[in-house]
């Protein structure tokens, strides 16, 4: 009879203590899957630029100029070292002439394929460079009419400003992060 009541009075007792066991391990567990998915959350970065400078034929689809080929090598040049871990992880085009002959020397020295993408739905290019390319850094080169809605479909901004008829040199750089807001950056190069 002694031996049952001193089990009755130690159960009481233990499951506060059981309890508390309990909840600091499933608080450990919460925490220690929040901070890895914290730590994890990478950012992709996108540079969305214009084609370089275009021959000003009558030409439907005009090749680039000296100048254009100039541009597309100081692009290769900015973005082309492999061993660099800043180094572009894929090219997107468009399917015109001087876009692809933009991303050639840069796409040369990195052993990529560009991928030709058609310019006309820059919420659709933007979910898929966003969901292909998770954590990656991704050229976009597009055109006059198609670089600001471009960014702005990656970034959200509503004030992207147009860009002039004789302006090559324009970079946007959109940095998406897995958690939070894009950023943005004008920049000229």
């Not at 692009?75 to 871990?85: N, Q, T």
């Not at 850094?137 to 008829?165: F, M, Q, W, Y």
Request: aromatic residues 6%.
């Amino acid at each position: 009879m002694t031996k049952d009541h001193v089990i009755l009075q130690r159960r009481p007792f233990l499951t506060p203590i059981w309890l508390f066991a309990l909840t600091a391990l499933a608080a450990v567990v919460v925490l220690s899957v929040a901070a890895w998915w914290w730590g994890t959350a990478d950012c992709t970065t996108i540079v969305v630029i214009r084609h370089a400078e275009k021959a000003l034929d009558s030409v439907a689809d005009p090749p680039l100029t000296e100048a254009g080929e100039a541009r597309a090598a100081l692009l290769a040049r900015m973005f082309g070292d492999v061993k660099s871990p800043g180094h572009i992880d894929a090219i997107y085009t468009s399917p015109a002439l001087r876009n692809r002959l933009t991303a050639a020397p840069l796409a040369a020295r990195l052993g990529l394929t560009p991928v030709v993408a058609p310019a006309g739905d820059p919420k659709s290019l933007a979910r898929r460079i966003l969901h292909e390319h998770e954590g990656g850094r991704i050229l976009v080169i597009g055109h006059i009419d198609t670089v600001p809605p471009i960014v702005a479909a990656l970034s959200g901004a509503k004030n992207i400003p147009a860009i002039g008829e004789q302006e090559y040199g324009t970079m946007y750089i959109v940095t998406v992060p897995r958690i939070g807001y894009a950023n943005l950056l004008r920049l000229t190069y």
